[in-house]
């Protein structure tokens, strides 16, 4: 991650990469939520259901190309990813909102 970045954002990858979902789910604010394929999940138990389930759909890798910080709070993150889902490469932004040392909101886009 740049300098610009919270390390909330880091550990939220590493967790993300290594596959922790719990790990992850810690990453958010109590009310945090996720949307991801325009669904959204609102707090840990639902964050880590969103998760669990994505690891037994697909396997993938994920590289991150780029990070830049906005106004707001907003930080986002550039990761290509490669795997067995429908075709099997796509570029996201991961567009954070931080709350302190906390993810409030993560929305996952083309």
């Not at 922790?20 to 604010?29: P, R, S, V």
């Not at 109590?30 to 669990?52: A, M, P, Q, S, T």
């Not at 099997?88 to 991961?94: H, I, K, P």
Request: aromatic letters at 10%; a negative charge.
């Amino acid at each position: 991650m740049s300098d610009e970045s919270p390390d909330v954002i880091d550990r939220y990858l590493r967790a993300a990469d290594e596959q922790d979902i719990h790990a992850l789910a810690a990453c958010f604010t109590l009310n945090g939520f996720v949307v991801d394929e325009d669904h959204k999940y609102v707090g840990h138990d639902e964050i880590v259901r969103w998760r669990r389930e994505l690891l037994g759909r697909f396997t993938y890798t994920s590289e991150l190309t780029g990070t830049e910080s906005g106004d707001n709070n907003e930080h986002r993150a550039f990761v290509h990813i490669e795997g067995n889902f429908p075709g099997g490469v796509a570029d996201l932004t991961y567009r954070f909102t931080v709350e302190g040392d906390l993810i409030a909101a993560l929305t996952i886009g083309g």
